[in-house]
C-alpha cells in the first residue's frame, strides 16, 4: 500500500460538494452545517499492534494513555474543547479483561483535564493483533477553529513543546538496552501536552494558523505551508536547545530526530505576535509569500539544508 | 474474551456524571450538551476480516456497502439523519488501492440517498487482515431521538423489514454451495433498509421505543425491554411469514433464523397506535409492565417457547 497515493485517490472519489467542512486527509474534520452555535470537530486514529505499537515495551495503560493524548491533540490544537471520545476496539485471544481495563484506566488518566467522556464504542475479538480506534469529538465556537490553511506572509512560526524526544526514547526502546527512567522513554510512551500554556496563548495572542506534531516537524510544518500556499523557511538558532532536553548542536542525529520524529504532539503555530520565548516555546521560523517549495530549513551556519542529507525522504 | 462481562466492566470503569448522554453499550449515542438546537447522534463499528466477513464470498464493495449499512441503520432508527462519516482502515499487504477503492465505492453507494459526506479517517497498514472501523455522525432536533429506553405499557411492537434473512444467507454461504442470485445470500451481503417507510411511520404515528436488529430479533427486543423495564410478549401469528420471504411455519430452522439471526438491519419499534401490516411490516408482540422476564416468545399454538429449545443461549 502506498499510502499518500491511496488517500488522494480516496479524495478524488469521495470528494463533497460541501466544501465548508474540512475533509478527508485532513487530522482534525470541522463540521461546520450540524449546529447554529457550535462548530463540530471530529478526529479519528487507528493504532494497529506492532504497527503503531508494540506490548513488548508499551503497557496498557500507556497505550491507553497515548491513544487518547494523540486525539486529544487533534482537538486541543485547533482551539477547541475535547468532550466525547468513542472507543473501538479488537481484542485478541492474548490479552485479558484486566490487560483492558488497564488500557482504559490509562485513557480516561489522559482524559481528565479535559473532563472528556467516553460515550461509546465497540468491542470485538480479533485473530491475532490488537487493533485500536478511537474517535474524539470536540467543539467551539462558530468559526472559531485555528486551521492548517491560514498562515499569512510574515508571521512568525513558533513550536510549543519538546521535539523529537518522542523519536529518541523509540530508538532506545528498539536498541533493546534501555531504563524506563529515561526521559525520551516516558515521551514516548506517554506522551505531554502543554494545554495550560497553549490555552494562554491562544487567549492572548492571535493564533493565524496550527498543527500538531504527530508526523515530524518538517513534514507538519509543511502541511501548514502547503494548505496556505506559503513557504515556511525554519532556522536553526541558539534557542533551538530548548525544544529538546537532550539537544545538542553537533548532533546530527539528535538534529534529525527534531526535524522528523513524530509522535511528540507539539504544537506548530504562527502568528504575527511576538511571543517571549521559554523553556518549550521558541521561535522556530518565517511564513513567507510561496517561492518554489512549501519548506527551507537553515541551520545555525546559515546554510540551506537538504533534507536527504537528513535522512528525509518525504520532499 | 467474555464480551458482555467485559462491556459491564468498562461501563463502571468508564461511568460518567453526565447521565444526559447515553452511553456506552448503545449502538449509537445521543449527545445532548453539545448545541444549542441539535442533539448528535455518533455510532462507530468494527469490522474485522474473518470474525465479521470473509473475502472469500464479499466483494469489497459489498463490505463498504454493508460497513455503511450497519451504522446508517443504527442512526435512522433513532428518526435522526446521518450526516458524516469518518473511516478508518488498517489495510495488509494482499489488499491493494483498487479493492479499497471498490470498498469506497460500495460505501459510498449505500450513502446516496442520506447526502452522507465522508469527513475524515485514518488508513494505516496491517499485518495480516483487513481491519474496518466507521463512525457516522448524525443528527435530529433536541430531545426528538426515539430511545430504546421509552416503551410504554400496551404498546404494539412492530418489526420493518425481512427478519432472518441476512442468517439464512450467511447459512448458505458458510455451506460453500450457493448462489449470488439466491435473495437471502443478497441480503446478508448487501442488507436493505427501509427508510422511506419508515420516515412515513415516523411522521404518522407517535413511536416510543425503536432499535435496529443487528444482533437478532428476541435479544434486540429485549434492548427495549431491559432498558424501559418493560416485558415484551412476542407471538407468533399467521402473519409472521411476511417477516421472512422463506417463512415456512413448521420449519423451526428458520424459525430460529428470524428469532436469533443478526445483520438484517430490521427495525423494532413500539407504539400505543395502531398500523396496517403490509408486507414487510407486522405487529409481533405486545409491552407489558415488568414480570419476571424481559421476553415472552409464545407461538402459533400459544405455548411459551423456551428459547433453548431454539438453540439460543443468551438468555
Redesign the interface.
Known amino acids: 500500500?502506498?499510502?499518500f497515493?491511496?488517500?488522494e485517490?480516496?479524495k478524488k472519489?469521495?470528494e463533497?460538494n460541501?466544501t465548508d467542512?474540512?475533509?478527508?486527509g485532513?487530522d482534525?474534520?470541522v463540521?461546520k452545517?450540524?449546529?447554529?452555535?457550535?462548530d463540530?470537530l471530529?478526529?479519528?486514529?487507528?493504532l494497529?499492534e506492532?504497527?503503531?505499537f508494540s506490548l513488548d515495551y508499551y503497557s496498557f495503560y500507556d497505550i491507553g494513555y497515548k491513544s487518547a493524548q494523540a486525539n486529544i491533540s487533534d482537538i486541543i490544537c485547533k482551539g477547541a474543547n475535547p468532550?466525547?471520545a468513542?472507543?473501538?476496539?479488537?481484542?485478541p485471544?492474548k490479552?485479558?479483561?484486566e490487560n483492558?481495563?488497564e488500557w482504559?484506566?490509562g485513557f480516561?488518566e489522559a482524559c481528565k483535564p479535559y473532563n472528556i467522556?467516553?460515550?461509546?464504542?465497540?468491542?470485538?475479538?480479533?485473530?491475532?493483533?490488537f487493533?485500536i480506534?478511537v474517535?474524539l469529538?470536540g467543539?467551539i465556537e462558530k468559526n472559531k477553529s485555528i486551521l492548517r490553511s491560514n498562515a499569512k506572509n510574515d508571521d512568525n512560526v513558533y513550536v510549543l513543546g519538546f521535539v523529537g524526544e518522542s523519536d529518541l526514547g523509540l530508538k532506545k526502546l528498539l536498541s533493546g538496552n534501555y531504563d524506563y527512567n529515561d526521559q525520551s522513554i516516558k515521551t514516548h510512551l506517554r506522551p505531554t501536552l502543554f494545554y495550560d500554556k497553549w490555552q494562554e496563548i491562544i487567549n492572548k495572542y492571535k493564533i493565524n494558523s496550527s498543527i500538531d506534531i504527530s508526523d515530524g516537524l518538517l513534514q507538519d510544518a509543511s502541511h501548514i505551508a502547503e494548505n496556505s500556499n506559503k513557504t515556511i523557511e525554519i532556522y536553526e538558532s541558539s534557542n533551538w536547545y530548548l525544544v529538546n532536553r537532550f539537544f545538542n548542536n553537533n548532533n546530527k542525529k539528535i538534529l534529525k530526530s527534531i526535524l522528523t520524529g513524530g509522535e511528540d504532539y507539539a504544537v506548530i503555530f504562527t502568528t504575527s505576535d511576538n511571543i517571549p520565548e521559554e523553556n518549550n516555546l521558541i521561535k522556530i521560523g518565517k511564513v513567507h509569500e510561496y517561492s518554489s517549495k512549501y519548506i527551507r530549513f537553515i541551520d545555525s551556519n546559515n546554510k540551506e539544508i537538504n533534507f536527504d542529507s537528513l535522512g528525509f525522504v518525504h520532499f
Open positions: 500500500m502506498q499510502e497515493n491511496l488517500i485517490k480516496i472519489l469521495t463533497s460541501n467542512n474540512l475533509n478527508i485532513d482534525c474534520a463540521i452545517n450540524i449546529s447554529a452555535d457550535k463540530i471530529v478526529t479519528t486514529d487507528i494497529v506492532n504497527i503503531h468532550t466525547n468513542f472507543i473501538s476496539l479488537s481484542i485471544k490479552i485479558n479483561d483492558i481495563l482504559y484506566r480516561l467522556e467516553i460515550s461509546g464504542g465497540d468491542t470485538t475479538s480479533s485473530k491475532d493483533f487493533f480506534s474517535t469529538i467543539t
